[in-house]
């Protein structure tokens, strides 16, 4: 079973920084897309930004500009760059990844147990 284990969370006055990195292990061939996501109490979780294997990037539209998505394919790893944070940024955050578990098998999505950033006003 794939693994994806999530750090970098934590509390935050409004306009500071966070980063998220979001560690992929176990069963892996290859990994396609990686992602991140959010849920904020009470809300749907929404997209915050993927970014494919080659490194083609995708951002909610409302985030470009301060959230920057990156990822190190050699460590399986996906990063989210989070800076002039606001209240309304305080969510859990999830990483996801497309992984291909081995050489001819089918990709199948796998979630990470969510991250909680906090943003004080």
């Known amino acids: 079973q794939v693994q994806l284990v999530e750090s970098g969370g934590g509390l935050v006055q409004a306009g500071g920084s966070l980063r998220l990195s979001c560690a992929a292990s176990?069963?892996?061939?290859?990994?396609?897309?990686m992602g991140w996501y959010r849920q904020a109490p009470g809300k749907e979780r929404e997209l915050v930004a993927t970014?494919?294997?080659?490194?083609?990037?995708d951002y909610a539209d409302s985030l470009k500009g301060r959230f920057t998505i990156s990822r190190d394919n050699a460590k399986n790893t996906v990063y989210l760059q989070m800076n002039s944070l606001k209240p309304e940024d305080t969510a859990v955050y999830y990483c996801?990844?497309?992984?291909?578990?081995?050489?001819?098998?089918?990709?199948?999505?796998?979630w990470g147990q969510g991250t909680q950033v906090t943003v004080s006003s």
């Open positions: 176990r069963n892996i061939f290859s990994i396609n897309a």
């Open positions: 996801n990844a497309a992984v291909r578990g081995r050489l001819g098998g089918g990709v199948s999505d796998y």
């Open positions: 970014i494919s294997s080659g490194g083609s990037r």
